[in-house]
């Protein structure tokens, strides 16, 4: 790093007299103080190691997509994960998948293994639905960032460092109100609810479409990334949806928030994630 001194610390022609003289003296005493404090912070510049960016959001283009005209484009298929004694060579084809398109997006890949997880459910609780992980992708994208958002991280278990939870559902402009369904016992507010968890559940809402996922026996978390991204996937699938469909992906989406400006956001993180996976 070169560092050059400023032009106005330059002392100005020296008046006369002893006082003007005095200040001329002073002047350059902290011009060399000044010249020597930069240039050892120059050199203990140099030595410091670089400031490491971190990697840049994946670009989503904005699509202005009219609403039931079109659905993203198709992602690329999800393989089997591994069975539990592995596969001869080492190399599970979920973790191999799940590197390499995270690597490509900004899914986080704990996230989007969870995605992944759920479409594969989906293809056997609900195989006429062709429900993508990019659209899950695209939901979680737009509700906390794949659980990323205010300072919260997915764990190895899945679940959020800190709890996710939206604000209180109570009728303010633009936001519905919605009295307390739950008791406070998922949103912390016994007045009213709260969307909670990575996918932004509803209380009521979660409640009727919950599944835990790894099938372990205790009860399904909004604040786990799995149980959220099936929640999230049988909630889209309900009525028994086709999301192949145009019409059966917009009124899915619809559902989970009734906005046109929301269903472009999810079409269009959707759409990006879906493209990028079918060039890995």
């Known amino acids: 790093m070169v560092v050059t001194p400023p032009s106005e610390l330059t002392p100005s022609p020296r008046k006369r007299g002893g006082a003007g003289g005095l ?3 002073l002047g350059l005493a902290l011009l060399l103080v000044v010249i020597i404090a930069v240039g050892a912070w120059g050199l203990g510049a140099l030595n410091r190691k670089p400031v490491v960016q971190p990697k840049a959001d994946f670009p989503v283009p904005f699509q202005l997509v009219e609403p039931g ?3 993203p484009d198709a992602a690329g298929q999800v393989p089997q994960a591994a069975p539990s004694n592995g596969q001869p060579n080492g190399v599970d084809p979920m973790e191999e998948w799940t590197r ?11 996230a989007l293994r969870a995605y992944a997880l759920a479409d594969l459910m989906m293809r056997s609780q609900a195989p006429a ?3 993508s992980w990019a ?9 906390s960032h794949h659980g990323y958002i205010n300072g919260a991280k997915l764990g190895d278990d899945g679940r959020t460092t800190l709890p996710i939870i939206g604000i209180p559902l109570d009728g303010r402009p633009g936001v519905k109100a919605i009295n307390d369904t739950d ?11 709260r969307a909670v968890g990575p996918m932004q559940f509803i ?5 009727k479409y919950a599944q835990r996922a790894n099938g372990d ?5 909004p604040q786990n990334i799995d149980d959220a991204a099936l929640a999230t996937a049988r909630y889209l699938c309900s009525d028994a949806r086709d999301m192949g469909s145009s019409e059966g992906w917009w009124a899915a989406v619809w559902q989970y928030n009734n906005s046109t400006e929301y269903g472009q956001n999810v079409f269009s993180g959707a759409d990006a994630y879906a493209r990028a996976s079918t060039t890995i």
Do not use: N, Q
Not at 183 to 193: A, I
Not at 217 to 221: F, L, N
């Open 69 to 71: 005209t079109d659905v």
């Open 129 to 131: 639905c062709r429900i």
């Open 135 to 143: 659209t899950l992708a695209g939901v979680g994208r737009i509700e």
């Open 217 to 221: 026996g205790t009860p399904p978390d």
């Open 203 to 207: 209380p009521s809402t979660w409640v």
């Open 183 to 193: 008791g406070g016992r998922l949103d912390g507010d016994t007045t009213w609810d």
């Open 100 to 110: 390499k398109v995270s690597d490509k997006t900004d899914i986080p890949k704990r």
């Open 23 to 25: 200040a001329g003296r």
